[in-house]
């Protein structure tokens, strides 16, 4: 009889976990909904139906599984991994991190987004800055921006000469074999959107007060500067699409494949396998008989509100 409690309270704390998880989900997904209702209008008019909620989380769920083991293979392995989220402002590869990381081990997987560089790091070799980020065996690191900004956002904003422009190119493809020769795998999006969906998203930022600190005026002259920017990247991809670093373009104008086709994606280009494991046991818990909990003070505890 106590064993059947003990099931039944086992599954109904399943239960609970797994509802708990899908909260989680559908609360990264209410950002997309927290439109004014004429902006909604607008975006659903301008948007084709996008995948069913149920074959999107289905999906996402799965990719999610074979990426802890990917996180597996890569520590038991010793591999060294970077991935480059470069493209668009407001073209989906924060999302696109938010959910590869979701579930991995934050001491195996971190994510980089380094902010303008400091009067000192201006004075510095300009690969420099970034190194420091580069990963030991068993970790991978995701770079949300990352040295292509010389390329991009530097180039077309003015804050790079012609000159330091054109050293970049001519450093940066064999900076990344010395990488690659060193063991690291490195793997580079580009996240494309249309000039059209650019403009929408900005506009949702513009009037959803939950979103509007992710506009900063480096984006707003992004939309000013669309041609420029389309210029430079032509150009980037160009020279700087190497056979040691290939790029991968994600077309980007719906948020949810732009997810799965990333993450999916990042999972072909790896050999990975499962790894052997030791199988866990949770311990007994040790009771002291003579052991009395303390009461502690009320003023410790945080409010109940909810």
Not at 77 to 103: H, W
Not at 120 to 128: N, S
Not at 222 to 236: D, F, G, H, P
Request: glycine fraction near 4%; proline fraction near 6%.
């Amino acid at each position: 009889m106590n064993s059947d409690k003990a099931e039944d309270g086992a599954i109904d704390w399943l239960q609970a976990e797994l509802a708990d998880t899908l909260d989680e989900d559908y609360e990264l997904e209410l950002e997309d909904a927290a439109l004014s209702m004429e902006i909604r209008k607008i975006y659903r008019a301008a948007h084709p139906e996008t995948l069913p909620r149920a074959v999107y989380f289905s999906e996402l769920i799965k990719l999610q599984a074979e990426l802890i083991r990917l996180q597996d293979w890569v520590v038991h392995s010793g591999e060294k991994v970077v991935v480059l989220f470069e493209g668009r402002d407001s073209a989906g590869k924060g999302g696109v991190i938010k959910r590869i990381t979701q579930r991995l081990n934050p001491r195996v997987v971190r994510t980089v987004a380094l902010p303008a560089p400091s009067d000192r790091e201006k004075t510095q070799w300009y690969f420099q800055r970034y190194v420091p980020h580069l990963p030991a065996a068993g970790e991978i690191v995701l770079f949300d921006r990352s040295w292509y900004n010389r390329a991009g956002v530097e180039r077309v904003m003015g804050f790079a000469t012609d000159a330091q422009v054109e050293d970049f190119f001519h450093d940066v493809p064999e900076f990344e074999r010395m990488l690659v020769r060193s063991g690291i795998r490195l793997i580079k999006y580009w996240f494309s959107i249309t000039d059209e969906e650019q403009q929408m998203r900005f506009l949702i930022r513009i009037h959803d007060p939950l979103k509007q600190w992710k506009l900063s005026p480096m984006d707003l002259q992004s939309r000013v500067r669309w041609e420029k920017y389309t210029k430079a990247k032509e150009e980037m991809l160009l020279r700087t699409n190497i056979e040691e670093a290939p790029w991968y373009i994600v077309q980007g104008n719906d948020k949810k494949r732009a997810r799965l086709n990333c993450m999916s994606h990042l999972l072909s280009v790896f050999p990975y396998e499962d790894v052997p494991s030791e199988e866990i046991h949770l311990p007994e818990r040790e009771f002291n008989p003579d052991y009395e909990r303390a009461v502690l003070p009320e003023e410790l505890y945080v409010p109940q509100k909810y």
